[in-house]
Nanobody
């Protein structure tokens, strides 16, 4: 197993959750790691990503200012801190890694491996 996501759950609107993604093998030596989410009946969408080198971050407009992606290189783990959660944030969240070009870090098709997903449910 190269990616193991955890930390999802049920939270009220306005609350916070912190997702973790433990990477092993080639996953953590990739160019970037990202978080995506998929709600029922919708396509998988980009949430955030972080470069392995330099730690530059990328965010979807819908989460900018509320979510923060970070990494702990010593623990081979990437985090997604989610604050001010809204019901629209309800989805299965997936972490992933990519060896692709960094200009396409928001493109789901650029990712080479995926974790199993963790459910986040935000009640109104």
């Amino acid at each position: 197993v190269q990616l193991q996501a955890s930390g999802g759950g049920l939270v009220q609107a306005g609350g916070s959750l912190r997702l973790s993604c433990a990477a092993s093998g080639r996953a953590f030596s990739s160019n970037a790691m990202g978080w995506f989410r998929q709600a029922p009946g919708k396509e998988r969408e980009f949430v955030a990503a972080i470069r392995r080198s330099g730690g530059y971050t990328y965010y979807a407009d819908s989460v900018k200012g509320r979510f923060t992606i970070s990494k702990d290189a010593a623990k081979n783990t990437v985090f997604l801190q989610m604050n001010s959660l809204k019901p629209d944030d309800t989805a299965v969240y997936y972490c992933a890694f990519t060896y692709g070009i960094l200009s396409s870090v928001r493109d789901v098709n650029q990712y080479n491996g995926w974790g199993q997903g963790t459910q986040v449910t935000v009640s109104s």
